[in-house]
Structure formats: C-alpha cells, structure tokens
C-alpha cells in the first residue's frame, strides 16, 4: 500500500498573502510533526521516480501548485529529517506573489525534490478541447524539464479534474505518473492509472492523519465518501458553479 499525501503551501498564518486556498495551507509545526509521526512509524519518503514496487513502508510526499513556502518552509524541515517531496508545478504561476520564481525551481531541484507538472495555467483540464489540454500538459512539461534540468514525468491533475481523456494525452505525451486527487490508499503501483492521494488540510488533526496515512479505521472511508459526495454537485453545477458553491461552504 502505498500513501501518497497532497500538500499545497505551508504557512502559519493561513491569510498571508499569495494564491493559496486556507482550507489547504498547514502550518509549519503541524507539517513537521506530520513528518515526525512517519519517520517513527517506519515510514520512508520517496520521490516517484524512486519507487521500488517491492518495498514496503513508502510514502510520497507531494506539493501541488508551486507555493513558494514549499521551498522557504518545506524544504528545510524535509531535508533535516532526510526526507524528500515531488512538487507539482502550475508552470503560469511561476514569478507571481507567494509562488516559486523560475530560479527556485532550479534550487528544489537540486536540492534533491522531484519536479512534476500542475499544468500551464491551472484551467480545469475537462473544461478544455482536446487541443487545449495537450497546450497545457506539453507546455508546462517543456518549461519545467528546461528551469529543473529534470525529465518531468508526473502530472497532477488541476482540481483533480479529468480521467479517461486526460490520461490517454498524459500517457501520449511522456508522462508517467497520474496524480488525481480521490482520496485512497494505493494498493498496487500500477503505472499508467490514476493514483490516488491523501488531501492533508488545515483541520486535519494528527490522529486523523495517522489513519489516512495507515488507511485503517473509519475516517479514511468517511473521508472517501465525503469526497466523492461533493463530486455529484460537480457533475451537476459543472466546475465553475461547484467552485461558487463550494467557496460559500467553507
Ligand atoms: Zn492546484
């Protein structure tokens, strides 16, 4: 079984400034007991390209969007701890208030993080023709592989948004690993499949996170149907309408 858990930005004040959602920054101290708990739990970070399917014991740590605390404030406590992240980068983003500029994504990379594709512009890929989401996978591809001197394989999925189109695109242009964001424990590394990750938020208390993590108990399956509950508004309102509907319930 293999957690993959999805941060965003790190930032102990959740109104500082830049382009996050605060349901979705954690603080500091929380993201460093976070990784205390796994290190005494036997737990191994790994970047995706690094995986070895008969390891057990693995965790991938993911950053999506490109906030810039994932290397002013995550990268430090990863790197004392000997640990490491993927982070998924909206390539349009670069240079804008709060997020990575070009140069820094040349730091994390040699520092030793994998770097991967958030898309170009963050567009909800099945809001896009065809010849749009091929824009957006190939032109982030192409920016990040140059700024990170790493070939990007993975993509995370804007919104986690997309499935069957998105992934035969991905796969077409050279992608290998598909990061969605339907909360689950991945049972087999299968390549070519969506897999699926843990959303750490905000509010998520360290038993919580410990469960999700070890995908045992109830709160894993309350989170999964929570999550594929909020889907159903989605299919009905379409994504701009979840998205008004959602920011007026959180
Ligand atoms: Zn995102």
Same mark, same amino acid.
């Given at each position: 079984?293999?957690?993959?858990?999805?941060?965003?930005?790190?930032?102990?004040?959740?109104?500082?400034?830049?382009?996050?959602?605060?349901?979705?920054?954690?603080?500091?101290?929380?993201?460093? /007991?976070?990784?205390?708990?796994?290190?005494?739990?036997?737990?191994?970070?790994?970047?995706?390209?690094?995986?070895?399917?008969?390891?057990?014991?693995?965790?991938?740590?993911?950053?999506?969007?490109?906030?810039?605390?994932?290397?002013?404030?995550?990268?430090?406590?990863?790197?004392?701890?000997?640990?490491?992240?993927?982070?998924?980068?909206?390539?349009?983003?670069?240079?804008?208030?709060?997020?990575?500029?070009?140069?820094?994504? /040349?730091?994390?990379?040699?520092?030793?993080?994998?770097?991967?594709?958030?898309?170009?512009?963050?567009?909800?890929?099945?809001?896009?023709?065809?010849?749009?989401?091929?824009?957006?996978? /190939?032109?982030?591809?192409?920016?990040?592989?140059?700024?990170?001197?790493?070939?990007?394989?993975?993509?995370?999925?804007?919104?986690?948004?997309?499935?069957?189109?998105?992934? /035969?695109?991905?796969?077409?242009?050279?992608?290998?690993?598909?990061?969605?964001?339907?909360?689950?424990?991945?049972?087999?590394?299968?390549?070519?499949?969506?897999?699926?990750?843990?959303?750490?938020?905000?509010?998520?208390?360290?038993?919580?996170?410990?469960?999700?993590?070890?995908?045992?108990?109830?709160?894993?399956?309350?989170?999964?149907?929570?999550?594929?509950?909020?889907?159903?508004?989605?299919?009905?309102?379409?994504?701009?309408?979840?998205?008004?509907?959602?920011?007026?319930?959180?």
């Amino acid at each position: 079984m293999l957690p993959i858990l999805m941060y965003h930005g790190l930032h102990p004040d959740p109104a500082a400034r830049g382009r996050f959602d605060p349901v979705y920054s954690v603080r500091p101290a929380d993201f460093a /007991r976070q990784l205390d708990w796994l290190l005494e739990h036997g737990y191994r970070a790994t970047r995706l390209d690094d995986l070895d399917p008969d390891t057990a014991g693995q965790v991938v740590i993911t950053f999506d969007d490109g906030d810039v605390s994932n290397l002013e404030v995550a990268l430090p406590l990863l790197r004392e701890r000997g640990m490491c992240a993927d982070v998924l980068i909206t390539s349009g983003f670069l240079g804008q208030q709060g997020m990575l500029t070009a140069a820094e994504v /040349r730091a994390l990379a040699d520092a030793g993080m994998g770097i991967g594709s958030h898309g170009r512009s963050h567009a909800f890929l099945d809001d896009l023709d065809e010849v749009r989401v091929i824009g957006e996978l /190939r032109e982030s591809r192409e920016r990040l592989q140059e700024l990170s001197g790493q070939r990007v394989d993975t993509i995370a999925l804007p919104g986690g948004r997309g499935g069957a189109r998105e992934r /035969r695109i991905a796969l077409e242009l050279g992608y290998r690993y598909l990061l969605g964001s339907v909360p689950g424990a991945n049972r087999r590394l299968a390549h070519g499949r969506w897999w699926q990750r843990i959303a750490v938020t905000r509010s998520l208390s360290l038993a919580q996170f410990s469960s999700l993590v070890a995908w045992r108990g109830a709160y894993p399956q309350l989170t999964r149907a929570r999550h594929l509950a909020l889907g159903l508004p989605k299919m009905v309102l379409g994504n701009d309408g979840y998205e008004r509907v959602r920011a007026r319930l959180l």
